[in-house]
């Protein structure tokens, strides 16, 4: 804890973090009824430590969390069990192959909160007149993992669906 000052600031973690090379360091905050990412640790050592900032305007002070998956499972998991968290995205997964598989890309990119649009509602352009022809177009993408699934043999008699891939999301661009 040489040369840091009281109260700790966020900046001030990188330099615990230099002079401590076996621990990482991650800050979120919460409001709202929602986490996101303040301060996401560039290292990964053994010891990775999660605080949770807890902001009153003037006052600041750290909390330790010692489960992620109980302070987001509200959030993500309708069935009970543990969940595994991309702390860059906060994305949550079923198993920690999952985990690893999305960190291979979303550790190159800076720490986000996604918020998906609330249920039920539209965004529409309406003023076409003001649109104009221009060379180029965007696309967007969204990325699942595709585990094959083991399915029985359909009836051949009758309509169905060959269900042969289950798709995981994992990322959007």
């Known amino acids: 804890m040489n040369g840091i000052e ?4 966020l900046k001030a973690i990188e330099r615990f973090e230099k002079q401590n090379d076996t621990i990482s360091v991650n800050v979120f905050g919460y409001e709202n009824g929602d986490a996101y990412p303040l301060r996401v640790s560039k290292h990964e050592h053994n010891t990775c430590v999660n605080l949770l900032l807890i902001d009153d305007g003037e006052k600041q002070h750290y909390c330790l969390i010692k ?19 991309c ?8 198993s920690e192959d999952f985990l690893s598989k999305h960190k ?3 550790d190159s990119n800076d720490a986000v909160k996604i918020e998906m649009p609330k249920k039920g509602s539209t965004l529409n352009f309406k003023h076409f007149f003001k649109s104009m022809r221009v060379p180029f177009i965007v696309y967007a993408d969204f990325e699942s993992f595709t585990p094959k699934l083991d399915t029985a043999r359909p009836y051949p008699y009758d309509s ?3 269900q042969y891939q289950k798709h995981t999301p994992s990322g959007f661009c």
């Open 6 to 9: 009281y109260p700790v600031t």
């Open 67 to 85: 489960s992620m998956s109980r302070l987001l499972s509200a959030e993500w998991s309708k069935d009970g069990y543990k969940r595994h968290y």
């Open 87 to 94: 702390y860059r995205c906060l994305n949550s997964f079923i």
């Open 104 to 106: 291979e890309y979303c």
């Open 160 to 162: 169905y669906t060959k």
